[in-house]
């Protein structure tokens, strides 16, 4: 027998706006806004670099340095070619599974607003039995805005543009959180209601700087240029992970994380080869020439694609 649904929840405010927010890596903007709407009112101080990552501190008593980060890019693609029918073709912005982009309503993010676009490829019954075992290489996809050629193409959008998928969030069986971009603007929320609720203290033992950090998807540009900035004695570094929960996850490989089981604390002395557990822990962090501790919080997703 099924278990009934669980009472309805919302998402908050603060992290329905960010998930709905535009935000390829590299074009934060919409997400930058988001920040500063909901943040720069409860920082001492708040201030925007080069990257664009947005940076509100809490001075505190004294004390330690703390920094929070959150990056708030999402994975996305970029234009680059139009051909003579019109059809627009692109590279990935950040790691891409290449079985999901086909057949996915998008938008590109012109200079006049976005523009709603649907990948395709060649149809499954057009396919060798060969092809059909095949993966799509990026270059057998194209995207489709209903036009005839080129230059009607060329006169909406421009090689340079990027795009995201459409998928909004929404509530799955009463309680379970699906968006498109929980990596990581999950994360980039922890952070930053974090230091909100900081902000209400009336004494921190340490100094609080939050960030919310951009290009993440493409080399963690943001995170390094701001921790260099801020040189922290402690960091923690809040990010999306794998819940184990669903089938093909192969506890003994890949460890066991539930879906609302708590964050996963990375632990050991590098934490990117997957020792971790949902306990305390944290590693040795170079920065500006001297030690520092990272700490990284995981928050357990389903099916990256949609984020679940």
């Not at 603060?14 to 074009?27: C, I, M, R, Y």
């Not at 004695?233 to 669903?246: C, E, F, K, L, R």
């Not at 604390?265 to 030690?291: E, K, M, N």
Request: charged share 25%; hydrophobic share 35%.
């Amino acid at each position: 027998m099924s278990k009934k649904p669980a009472k309805p929840v919302g998402y908050p405010e603060f992290l329905k706006e960010l998930l709905e927010a535009k935000s390829p890596t590299g074009h934060e903007f919409a997400a930058q806004k988001v920040i500063d709407d909901h943040v720069e009112k409860s920082a001492d101080k708040y201030s925007k670099d080069a990257l664009g990552n947005r940076i509100a501190e809490l001075k505190g008593d004294g004390g330690p340095t703390l920094m929070f980060a959150g990056h708030i890019d999402e994975i996305g693609l970029i234009i680059s070619h139009v051909d003579d029918k019109g059809y627009l073709y692109f590279e990935f912005l950040g790691g891409h599974d290449q079985i999901i982009p086909s057949g996915r309503r998008l938008h590109i993010l012109t200079r006049n607003g976005p523009v709603l676009g649907i990948t395709g490829k060649r149809a499954v019954h057009l396919l060798s039995p060969e092809d059909r075992k095949r993966v799509p290489e990026r270059h057998d996809m194209w995207i489709d805005i209903g036009v005839n050629n080129r230059a009607d193409a060329l006169a909406i959008v421009r090689i340079g543009d990027p795009a995201i998928y459409t998928d909004g969030p929404e509530i799955l069986r009463g309680s379970i959180g699906v968006a498109r971009a929980f990596d990581d603007k999950a994360g980039a929320y922890v952070c930053m209601e974090a230091f909100r609720r900081l902000s209400k203290e009336k004494k921190l033992a340490a100094r609080v700087v939050s960030v919310a950090t951009t290009q993440e998807e493409i080399g963690t540009r943001g995170a390094q240029v701001s921790a260099q900035g801020i040189n922290p004695q402690v960091s923690i570094a809040v990010d999306v992970g794998h819940a184990t929960d669903h089938p093909d996850a192969d506890n003994r490989k890949f460890g066991r994380f539930t879906l609302s089981g708590g964050p996963i604390i990375a632990r050991g002395p590098c934490w990117t080869s997957c020792h971790a557990d949902q306990q305390r822990g944290g590693r040795v962090w170079p920065s500006g020439g001297s030690f520092r501790r990272l700490v990284a919080s995981l928050l357990p997703t389903r099916h990256r694609a949609c984020a679940l």
